[in-house]
């Protein structure tokens, strides 16, 4: 993916298509860009008498990983893990970058770190203009800036949110998910344990947008 960027560091000109930013080389050939940014926790604050102490979030630091090799997949055409994306750097001038929006979990700063992004005027290797979003991880982020993204004309896809909140198209115009929303999933749960004769549950409750 570095290499990418570098093609973008050498850029004389860049023009905007759409949500694609397309860079003109020295040669005069043009390479059509996405810049996917990911809202991801990839630290946490311990607690609030340690406001300054961040751990960091071990499964966002292997889906930042894996996002990061996806990326690299669909820029080389390299079919190892999807097959149907081998050979796709033939057939598909696009290539991908990205950067990730540490959310810290919480729906203030994602937001507020959101707004610098889509505040961006124009691209820069450093500040490249957005092609769409991937994340939140949890659903209380996902709702606020999922109503940011799609209000911009920019795509969110979030691999891990299943609140049905999700579900409402006017506020949320372009979000999209890759699970099933919590009442795609609450009936066939209570089925499995009906047919495993499971007579008695224990609920937690945990009151945010999940």
């Not at 992004?117 to 939140?136: D, I, Q």
């Not at 506020?171 to 795609?184: E, V």
Request: charged share 20%; with cysteine; hydrophobic share 35%.
């Amino acid at each position: 993916m570095d290499y990418f960027d570098k093609i973008r560091s050498k850029a004389v000109n860049v023009t905007r298509q759409g949500n694609i930013d397309v860079i003109t080389v020295s040669d005069g050939k043009e390479i059509p860009y996405c810049h996917i940014v990911a809202l991801s926790p990839l630290t946490t604050k311990k607690s609030e008498e340690e406001n300054n102490f961040r751990s960091s979030n071990s499964v966002s630091l292997q889906s930042h990983a894996a996002l990061r090799l996806a990326i690299q997949h669909l820029n080389t055409g390299d079919g190892t893990v999807i097959k149907e994306i081998d050979g796709l750097n033939k057939t598909c001038p696009i290539r991908f970058t990205m950067e990730v929006i540490d959310t810290e979990r919480s729906e203030t700063i994602a937001v507020s770190e959101l707004f610098k992004v889509l505040s961006r005027k124009t691209s820069t290797l450093a500040t490249p203009l957005p092609c769409a979003f991937m994340g939140a991880e949890i659903s209380a982020v996902s709702i606020p800036t999922s109503i940011l993204t799609g209000i911009l004309g920019y795509p969110q896809i979030s691999a891990q949110s299943t609140s049905p909140n999700l579900n409402d198209k006017e506020q949320h115009k372009l979000f999209g998910r890759t699970i099933p929303s919590d009442d795609g999933t609450a009936v066939p749960v209570v089925e499995y344990f009906s047919k495993i004769n499971i007579k008695h549950l224990g609920i937690l409750f945990w009151n945010d947008a999940y």
